[in-house]
């Protein structure tokens, strides 16, 4: 069975095109700029080829037609027809309180994703259109279903989600910490209890989510009971922009001090800040750590704050669960900074980490594998995420 994987932004359409018949991706691809003028890169995974067009992309749907085009004809074609494709998966970021599980698009479920574009004005209303471009080009008889960022932290208790701000804004507006990365983290714990031989449901795990945006989720028995981001996906730690959670006084001060209007303060808080902000250099973990290790005072801080805010995150949680069995790295800085991995689990020690220095250091680019001792009593996995997978599996499940 072929299933499309979308994740639809609002100038952008990533691909992914799954064999569920051993789970393979045999196609991926980007369209950019739509909008604006338009590009499409296309890779037929199975031969290497790779497509590239420039082309005028007004909407989601012209650029929908150039997928189509690149799947089926041209020298990284992978299926001589759409119809062998069987269903579509799409991401969508914010599933409000509405969604706490993966669904299969009709009408209703477009209205409840639409009437959540306040709390996602960046991405929800791109979802949409991903969705209705979709299924012009597609046609209604492929089946379509929508896959949220949020559904798997639907289970946190509301200690946890609540923020202390007068109760009328959560019942007026359902102001809460709803979190992020929701499939990245379902995907991570589940093959942490498969690499563990045992089941989830008696397991305390911490699963790290470390790329340019960054989450810690605390998962107890399979059920998430806390997650670093919030009502956006700003709150928790710093981040490659993003500031992670910091006194809202700052926030109030800076915008009497400097005069920034609401959206200014969005730009500062959530793209100038984080890493970019301190170091002044990037927000890519690898030129800051260039820098870093060249003598770069700001770079260094950068890194410091960031390693520092993660294990602080992570004992939290160990508090918040009263326990941990497993803590899990993933996403590009998760999977690839191994100088982070080990300042982290070394000055955990204390709970019961016993890093495997060697391991550890040979666990990255794309590796999957404990970075612990064997006797460790905590054990530490890093295991690289495939957020596309776990929607193409939702998608299958909800179909068949
Ligand atoms: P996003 O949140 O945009 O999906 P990624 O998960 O791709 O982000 O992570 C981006 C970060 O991962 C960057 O800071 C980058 O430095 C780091 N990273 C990605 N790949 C590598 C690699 N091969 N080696 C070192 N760092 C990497």
């Excluded at 080829?49 to 989601?60: Q, S």
């Excluded at 956006?232 to 730690?237: S, W, Y």
């Excluded at 220095?357 to 594998?369: C, L, Y």
Aim: glycine share 10%.
């Amino acid at each position: 069975m072929l299933i499309l994987v979308i994740n639809a932004g609002s100038s952008s359409l990533k691909y992914q095109l799954i064999d569920m018949n051993g789970e393979i991706c045999i196609a991926k691809g980007l369209c950019e700029r739509i909008g604006v003028d338009g590009k499409i890169e296309a890779k037929n995974m199975r031969t290497g080829e790779v497509y590239e067009e420039e082309t005028a992309m007004p909407n989601h749907t012209v650029a929908f037609q150039s997928v189509k085009k690149a799947l089926i004809s041209g020298n990284a074609k992978v299926i001589d027809d759409l119809a062998e494709i069987k269903a579509v998966g799409h991401r969508i970021v914010q599933g409000g309180a509405l969604f706490n599980k993966s669904v299969v698009i009709d009408n209703e479920v477009i209205d409840g994703i639409e009437s959540l574009c306040d709390l996602a004005p960046l991405h929800n209303p791109a979802h949409i259109q991903g969705i209705r471009a979709c299924i012009e080009v597609f046609g209604k008889e492929v089946p379509e279903v929508v896959v949220f960022d949020n559904a798997f932290h639907s289970t946190m208790p509301p200690e946890a989600y609540m923020f202390p701000i007068p109760y009328e804004y959560y019942e007026k507006y359902k102001i809460r910490r709803y979190g992020f990365h929701g499939t990245s983290h379902r995907y991570v714990s589940a093959r942490c209890a498969e690499l563990m031989g045992q089941d989830i449901k008696g397991l305390k795990i911490i699963t790290c989510h470390l790329g340019n945006g960054a989450s810690i989720t605390a998962i107890k028995n399979g059920e998430v009971v806390d997650t670093s981001m919030g009502l956006t996906p700003l709150d928790g730690f710093i981040m490659g922009t993003r500031t992670g959670g910091i006194d809202p006084s700052a926030v109030t001060y800076l915008q009497a001090k400097e005069g920034w209007t609401p959206e200014q303060t969005d730009t500062v808080l959530n793209k100038k800040s984080g890493v970019l902000g301190i170091s002044g250099i990037s927000n890519d973990d690898r030129d800051v750590k260039a820098a870093a290790l060249e003598g770069n005072a700001r770079a260094k801080l950068a890194r410091d704050i960031q390693w520092y805010q993660i294990r602080k995150f992570i004992g939290s949680y160990v508090a918040a669960m009263q326990g941990v069995d497993a803590i899990v790295f993933t996403g590009g800085i998760g999977e690839n900074t191994f100088d982070l991995r080990a300042d982290v689990c070394e000055k955990l020690a204390f709970l019961g980490i016993a890093l495997d220095a060697a391991a550890n250091e040979k666990t990255i680019r794309g590796a999957e594998g404990a970075i612990t001792a064997p006797d460790s009593p905590i054990k530490v996995f890093v295991i690289p995420t495939n957020e596309e997978l776990m929607i193409a599996r939702d998608t299958q499940d909800l179909v068949k």
